[in-house]
């Protein structure tokens, strides 16, 4: 018993250099990779819209919106948590499907601008945010997101709690009912899948986790057993659960270790798909219009998150493995571009999407798949993975996520600027200030302004 008040000491008392050094470089690395998704989703429309409320709303002049543009602490984390998870480009935590570094980011950023923080302030806050995040999940794992709920709304409320709370200095009691009155608040139904309802998931999480830690420094009071209370969150919203899961091995076992971060803008289990049909391509080489069939063999998983068969809108691309599959051949890649209106409408691709058939298979981890190449003239080739790109055991490079934020910002500023925050990003866990990283991403520092023209290294 007690998980809730355990996972608040650790987040309170968790020592940032305690915390492994590889640890703390993966932090660093999702922060590249979080600025880089959030800026390069700042005109979707869900985005607009949000930030458009949030405008109306007010709220005062507390922290930066990443697209430019300040409001309330609340505002900004909510529509910066938006921002990061609506392409469906941002971290997966392999064991839940957690989407953890949104809603915990987007809190601890608002938190540390107004604190002043450090770069090693906000990489703890971080580390330890998605550490209570992904084992509040797992202690529900997989009933909680078999019942339908979404992980990363529901759990990463808790976690971005847990982070804003260690960056305004709340002790072991009060980051207890924060994260507790957190639990309170977190929601996020699978059903949303496909609209810009999921991304709104990530962004209440984050304002609602801020929120939480605000009240708690101001010495609101909550439940002490807000997570494993008999009728606290666990027990509320899983048919099973086991405690044990969250606080086994707390501050020994690294969560963030077993994050992914995503090479492919859509449901991550989809990437072992795609990543063999892309292979497929490479080696068959013939043109889309003689494709007979694809056959993919998946986890369960894939068509009960992915199953659409016809998508209308690039936000339902997202969750068709068969438009996924499609594109990846066609395109050679799946990134935010090929999940556009347009894309998921051209007639080349609808007509790869229907010769498309995926069949499952509880052989197959959900990172993992196989899939058969059948041309028009019988000929036939296959490929297996066993590990999707971008998760642990196939790990992006330090390079690769670079180049990913590049890609990502490359319509929104010029290389030098890009560069200056790359390399920031890299070397916040050693030092620097949060206030003046986010006048870089967020353009309220002149491109002229020191660290411009730098060059980035790959960590």
Sequence with gaps: ?????????????????????????????????????????WDEPAVQIARAVAQDLGGGDQAS?????????????????IASHVLDFDDSHDPTILHGTGPVMSAALAAAELVGATGPDLIAAHVVGFEVAARVALAVHPEHYDRGFHVTGTAGTMGAAAAAGRLLGLDAERLLHAI???????????????????SLHAGKAAGNGLYSAL?????????????????????????RMDPERAVAELGQRWELRQDGLKPYSCGVVSHPTIDAVRQLRERAGIPAAEIAEIRADVHPYVLELMGKREPTVGLEGKFSIYHCAAVGYIEGTARARQFSDEIVRREDVV?????VVATTTEELPVSGARVQLVAMDGRTWEESVAAATGTPGNPMSDQE??????DLVGDRMDPHRARAIADQAFAMENGGDVRQFMGLATGAVGRGSAGAGAKATAG
Excluded: C
């Excluded at 608040?8 to 990779?33: G, K």
């Excluded at 807000?226 to 899983?238: A, K, V």
């Excluded at 996520?401 to 590049?406: A, E, G, R, T």
């Design 1 to 41: 018993m007690h998980e809730t008040a355990t996972l608040a000491r650790f987040a309170a008392e968790q020592a940032f250099t305690a915390i492994p050094a590889d640890v703390r470089h993966l932090s660093a690395r999702l922060l590249l990779d979080y600025i880089g998704i959030s800026l390069g989703a």
């Design 65 to 81: 919106f990443l697209g430019g543009g300040r409001s309330s602490l609340v505002n900004a984390a909510t529509v910066n948590g």
């Design 180 to 198: 507790s009155a957190a639990a309170a608040q977190a929601a996020g139904l699978r059903e949303m899948f496909g609209s810009m309802t999921k």
């Design 215 to 239: 009240l708690a420094q101001r010495g609101w009071m909550s439940a002490e057993e807000g997570l494993e209370g008999r009728r606290g969150y666990w027990s509320t919203l899983s048919d």
């Design 351 to 355: 007509a790869l999407r229907r010769k």
């Design 401 to 406: 996520v670079l180049d990913k934020f590049l």
